[in-house]
Nanobody, 123 residues
Framework: VQLQAYGGGLVQAGGSLRLSCAAS????????????MGWFRQAPGKEREVVATMLRGRSPNYADSVKGRFTVSRDYAENAVYLQMSDLKPDDTAVYYCVADARGTGWGPRRFWGQGTLVTVSS
């Protein structure tokens, strides 16, 4: 399972960004099912923390720090997850990672991580 995330960048405080991430199959892999997807982030000098998650068939969950500002959504057909970020604050500056919990024939569930995309919010 390969995760490709993109959409990060530099934005001023109060601005918006949309992150996207899609799970795809490596050439040698067998088909898989993605159950859960979401986003984590890691700010400089801090531990990685959960931002938002969407479990299959359930309502999304958000960290308290982003509730009301961030919206996570999924495209189940494309195995994709999105994070719409609004009213960004300097404290949102971090590398954002998408995650996917997947399973296939004879394996799983396993958690896969994307490569990370940097979001920088200037004051």
């Amino acid at each position: 399972v390969q995760l490709q995330a993109y959409g990060g960048g530099l934005v001023q405080a109060g601005g918006s960004l949309r992150l996207s991430c899609a799970a795809s199959r490596a050439p040698s892999e067998t088909p898989f099912t993605v159950d859960n997807m979401g986003w984590f982030r890691q700010a400089p000098g801090k531990e990685r923390e959960v931002v938002a998650t969407m479990l299959r068939g359930r309502s999304p969950n958000y960290a308290d720090s982003v509730k009301g500002r961030f919206t996570v959504s999924r495209d189940y057909a494309e195995n994709a997850v999105y994070l719409q970020m609004s009213d960004l604050k300097p404290d949102d500056t971090a590398v954002y990672y998408c995650v996917a919990d997947a399973r296939g024939t004879g394996w799983g569930p396993r958690r896969f991580w994307g490569q990370g995309t940097l979001v920088t919010v200037s004051s």
